[in-house]
């Protein structure tokens, strides 16, 4: 400032000769970074490392939010915790109801398909994740949770809260991971109208409450309410999970698709907690393989660095 | 000479705004939310060059690439590319007053989320949107505030 350019002790600044040179060789090493990252050479395992480095900065400016939930839990009182509990215990005996009704109906399932055998489970194994950051603005909506490849996550892994779909994991660090939500707007799933079958793509519309169905014809039979699944298509996401709920659909009569808009029933932005699963791959709900769907926008990559 | 009077500082500054960058925020504050650590190495750059430049930027944005899950080498890009152009001017910058600082600061600002957004798009990623250039007001606007705090710390009165 001027109290610094006034100091009469210091040795007059002129042009750092050596800027301009500098910024050349930097400018070359950035492009170099991004064109290999780009392409996922080499530069994910420096990647890698780096968000290895970067996970205790990342728990530190956490830490503030992580404490305040914690007091928060820690102090709450012996009526609310006996609310809760009445509340947990209401909950669970309705999910053993609907479990008991599910065996039944795998069981006509499978009679149905002329199947002698069992199916085999469809998730083999899930992985309860914390999350520590999120990054909610318009340009991305991401997940920091605390899992990383020393617990076996991997690339493309698909995240759950007990809603609905989540979404999949981006980029994996040593102890920790990144998670794309399905509201950000890099981020497209192959969906399907529970009522009807029909299929289409609900983009991320960058902001956590709302997903778009943009290739939806004007004529297409959807209404405000419809339930959406996983279609299973694409090669990510297994079928029939929870994804949004329709919201409202425009239909304009000079424009050839209509403007359907759907609210993800997962808790996006205030969940604290998310679950990574995995799929039994002889499952018919599982994703279907890679090799069926060539052409599909989230076709697994490979998950070695 | 300066390095060991103003690395110290240097490094705690770019620190704390490293901090302030990637603290999660709720959305309306994220899309607002000034790029501190920018503003530093700016500030940095015009006022001790031979002590934090472009190397320093680079690094930094290297930290904001990590941190924002973003393109290696992108912020790490942009941001050498203004701190190279606040080496590069420091002299006319240093002595303008502060308002008129902050124009200068503006537009490096818009060059920097410029260069950001080209190679978005470039890339084939999501660059739509007037969202992401909102920020930058607000990094302008809090330039003298930046200017006075980190004038401190090299300038003992």
Request: proline share 8%; glycine share 0%.
């Given at each position: 400032m001027a109290g610094f350019a006034a100091a009469g002790r210091r040795t007059h600044y002129g042009r750092t000769p050596a800027a301009g040179l500098r910024f050349f060789v930097y400018a070359v090493i950035s492009i170099l970074l991004m064109y290999t990252d780009e392409r996922r050479g080499w530069s994910d395992s420096l990647r890698y490392g780096l968000q290895g480095a970067a996970y205790p900065v990342q728990m530190v400016v956490s830490s503030p939010q992580r404490f305040w939930h914690w007091l928060r839990e820690s102090s709450a009182t012996r009526a609310r915790l006996k609310e809760e509990n009445a509340r947990l215990t209401e909950t669970g005996r309705d999910l053993q109801l609907a479990q008991l009704r599910m065996a039944a109906l795998e069981a006509e399932n499978r009679q149905l398909r002329e199947l002698h055998t069992a199916l085999p489970p469809l998730v083999t194994k899930r992985l309860l994740a914390e999350v520590i950051s999120i990054e909610t603005n318009p340009l991305r909506q991401r997940l920091i949770i605390n899992k990383g490849r020393a617990d076996g996550v991997h690339r493309n892994q698909v995240a759950v809260d007990g809603y609905g779909i989540v979404g999949q994991v981006t980029k994996v660090g040593p102890w920790s991971s990144e998670v794309i939500l399905i509201s950000d707007p890099e981020h497209a799933l192959p969906v399907q109208?529970?009522?009807?079958q029909l299929r289409s793509v609900a983009e991320g519309s960058g902001r956590s409450g709302e997903l778009v169905?943009?290739?939806?014809?004007?004529?297409?039979d959807v209404k405000a309410g419809d339930l959406l699944v996983t279609s299973g298509l694409g090669g990510v996401f297994p079928a029939g999970y929870p994804v949004a709920k329709v919201t409202g659909v425009v239909r304009e009569p000079d424009q050839l698709v209509a403007q359907v808009r759907a609210a993800p029933l997962a808790r996006l932005t205030d969940t604290r907690e998310v679950l990574l699963i995995e799929f039994n791959a002889t499952n018919p709900a599982a994703p279907a393989a890679e090799a069926l769907i060539s052409g599909a926008v989230n076709a697994p990559a490979d998950d070695t660095p | 000479m300066s390095l060991r009077e103003h690395g110290a500082p240097v490094f705690l500054t770019a620190l704390v705004a490293l901090v302030l960058s990637i603290v999660p925020l709720p959305f309306w504050l994220a899309i607002i939310r000034p790029a501190f650590l920018v503003l530093v190495v700016v500030y940095w750059s015009a006022m001790a060059p031979h002590v934090a430049g472009v190397t320093l930027a680079f690094f930094a944005g290297l930290v904001l690439d990590v941190f924002q899950g973003a393109l290696l080498g992108q912020h790490a890009f942009a941001l050498a590319l203004i701190s190279y152009l606040a080496v590069r001017f420091h002299l006319q910058m240093r002595a303008k007053p502060l308002f008129e600082q902050s124009i200068y600061c503006f537009a490096a600002m818009l060059i920097y989320e410029l260069v950001l957004w080209s190679i978005d798009g470039w890339t084939g990623h999501n660059s739509a949107g007037a969202w992401r250039w909102l920020y930058t007001l607000p990094s302008a606007l809090l330039w003298p505030f930046v200017a006075g705090v980190l004038g401190r710390f090299h300038a003992p009165s």
């Open positions: 109208v529970v009522r009807n169905l943009p290739f939806l014809a004007v004529n297409s | -």
